[in-house]
């Protein structure tokens, strides 16, 4: 069993020194994607998928308290113990998974960076190279906490857009109206649905959280606090995507509902006139520029732990980068390629939303690993059990049943 770096730290303040890797990975799930995603749900459907942003919240915790248990109960990562439970072939099968969301994430995280440079007059290429210059000194310091502490303050930006949501001025009553008028016959409304659910779950939310716990050297005694650090990132997650549906559903939806919003510039340029240049430029990219750092961090991080974790190569913050060459160069690797990428191909933005779509299509191959890991590599008192393993499975198989549906029939498949 791992032992916690800072036992004394943790007698005083236990929840503290525990705190970070759920809030972080939460904060890095409301991405770009994840904001523009919101965005368009507002506009295009007004509050009718508003609940479905709480209903995901027990199923976001569900999800990622399993990792947290497997992180701490087995002090390995999620490639690692995909690959010491079903075999090398099964985890390369889960990274090759995590490469496609990984570049899918960071073509989002890139594009929604250099655009709110772009409302600034600011060069692409100059917004982009001084975001990877930036991401790259960050993780480059040998520190895990210290890497968790800057995200962990990036992620903070994204609580803008609750001020945004609050100055939109909804309706109360249009809001608990249209919560419950679901559109489950539309095609648009079905691929939104799958939209917003591979923007709660994505794969490398999971790779992060469970590695992160391992770098972070957790402990049984943590358990208990660990799972608290998740719950709370998983309200505040869906509270932020909320807020960005009922901002734009409150203005935009409400006086412009065909609006075309594939890119932070064309959310910004539609919510100013409501808004205000201050709060519709300006606060807007602000958020939107936190979300995009935070998320291309963890993104990067999860890809060079996942890869390290098969490939058994050294993987670790705690490590200097000239021990750890494959894990910093996998890690410098996916930003560079990420924003050359962005700046040779720039309508890449429009990719927002089909990625999170590609994300939902993941989650049977994503979720499925993630409950046979609880029910076979814990320790046997705390596997999956009775009435939680029956929730864990229903929710992981209806979560992944009805992204892959919404994906499929939104995109005329079926």
Not at 45 to 59: D, E, K, S
Not at 373 to 380: D, H
């Given at each position: 069993m791992p032992q916690s770096a800072s036992p004394a730290r943790r007698a005083a303040l236990p929840f503290l020194s525990v705190f970070g890797p759920g809030l972080v990975v939460m904060l890095a799930d409301t991405e770009v994607g994840s904001i523009i995603t919101a965005s368009q749900s507002g506009v295009a459907?007004?509050?009718?998928?508003?609940?479905?942003?709480?209903?995901?919240?027990?199923?976001l915790y569900v999800v990622q308290e399993l990792?947290?248990?497997?992180?701490?109960?087995?002090?390995?990562?999620?490639?690692?113990?995909?690959?010491?439970?079903?075999?090398?072939?099964?985890?390369?099968?889960?990274?090759?998974?995590?490469?496609?969301?990984?570049?899918?994430a960071l073509l989002s995280e890139f594009s929604g960076v250099a655009g709110v440079g772009e409302l600034y007059g600011v060069p692409r290429d100059a917004t982009l190279s001084l975001s990877v210059l930036f991401l790259l000194v960050v993780a480059l310091t040998g520190s895990y906490r210290r890497v968790e502490r800057v995200a962990i303050a990036l992620g903070l930006f994204e609580f803008v857009f609750f001020v945004i949501a609050f100055l939109s001025k909804p309706n109360g009553h249009q809001i608990a109206a249209q919560m419950l008028q679901p559109a489950l016959g539309n095609q648009d409304y079905l691929y939104l649905v799958?939209?917003?659910?591979?923007?709660?779950?994505?794969?490398?939310?999971?790779?992060?959280?469970?590695?992160?716990?391992?770098?972070?050297?957790?402990?049984?005694?943590?358990?208990?606090?660990?799972?608290?650090?998740?719950?709370?990132?998983?309200?505040?997650?869906?509270?932020?995507?909320?807020?960005?549906?009922?901002?734009?559903?409150?203005?935009?939806?409400?006086?412009?509902p065909n609006a075309s919003l594939n890119t932070v510039g064309d959310i910004t340029a539609a919510l100013t006139p409501y808004l205000g240049v201050t709060m519709g430029k300006l606060v807007f990219g602000i958020g939107v520029l936190g979300a995009g750092l935070v998320?291309?961090?963890?993104?990067?991080?999860?890809?060079?732990?996942?890869?390290?974790?098969?490939?058994?190569?050294?993987?670790?913050?705690?490590?200097?980068?000239?021990?750890?060459?494959?894990?910093?160069g996998v890690y410098a690797a996916c930003l560079v390629c990420g924003a050359v990428l962005v700046a040779v191909v720039p309508n890449l933005v429009i990719l927002n939303i089909a990625v999170e779509v590609m994300n939902a299509l993941l989650l049977p191959l994503v979720l499925g690993f993630l409950v046979m890991?609880?029910?076979?590599?814990?320790?046997?008192e705390m596997r999956l059990r009775g009435w939680y393993a029956g929730l864990a499975i229903l929710l992981s198989a209806t979560t992944a049943g009805l992204g892959v549906y919404g994906g499929l029939s939104g995109a005329g498949l079926f």
């Open positions: 459907w007004g509050y009718r998928l508003l609940l479905l942003q709480f209903l995901l919240i027990p199923i990792t947290v248990r497997l992180g701490i109960f087995t002090g390995k990562g999620h490639g690692e113990l995909i690959r010491d439970t079903f075999g090398e072939g099964w985890a390369w099968l889960s990274a090759g998974g995590l490469a496609v969301a990984t570049v899918g799958a939209a917003n659910i591979g923007a709660v779950i994505m794969p490398w939310m999971i790779f992060y959280q469970q590695s992160a716990i391992a770098d972070k050297k957790l402990s049984l005694a943590d358990f208990r606090y660990a799972r608290l650090d998740t719950a709370i990132g998983s309200v505040v997650t869906q509270l932020v995507m909320a807020a960005v549906l009922i901002a734009t559903a409150a203005t935009i939806g409400l006086k412009n998320a291309s961090i963890v993104a990067s991080l999860a890809l060079a732990w996942g890869l390290g974790e098969v490939t058994g190569y050294r993987r670790s913050l705690e490590d200097h980068p000239f021990r750890a060459k494959w894990f910093y890991l609880g029910l076979k590599a814990l320790p046997a």
